[in-house]
């Protein structure tokens, strides 16, 4: 399945933006998905995941009650909804898809087969 990220930008502290994931390839349904990103410096570090079905959602404490992951199996997509952004989420925000994982592995980046290419989100305060 090839993955392709967009959606990143610029938004001040507090503001909402969304970023997308298109996929194509295989059939996107039967990938868990995730959500990966990286600061300037710092080692890449899981955000959200979401089950084939999106029946179950998963998050990083870090952005628990302010990101919303979802996925649109017709449409091939997986959406991460960020809100009340802060400086710290400043990061290229990677979408991955996983085959054959259970819930313990959706949150380590090395269980993710398949990566897209990243988009940057950057929030000023």
């Known amino acids: 399945v090839q993955l392709q990220a967009s959606g990143g930008g610029l938004v001040q502290a507090g503001g909402s933006l969304r970023v997308s994931c298109a996929a194509s390839g295989r059939i996107f349904s039967r990938y868990a998905m995730g959500w990966f990103r990286q600061a300037p410096g710092k080692e890449r570090e899981f955000v959200a995941a979401i089950s084939w079905s999106g029946g179950s959602t998963y998050y990083a404490d870090s952005v628990k009650g302010r990101f919303t992951i979802s996925r649109d199996n017709a449409k091939n997509t997986v959406i991460l909804q960020m809100s009340s952004l802060k400086p710290e989420d400043t990061a290229v925000y990677y979408c991955?898809?996983?085959?054959?994982?259970?819930?313990?592995?959706?949150?380590?980046?090395?269980?993710?087969?398949?990566w897209g290419q990243g988009t940057l989100v950057t929030v000023s305060s």
């Open positions: 991955a898809a996983c085959t054959n994982c259970i819930v313990s592995s959706l949150f380590s980046e090395n269980n993710y087969r398949h």
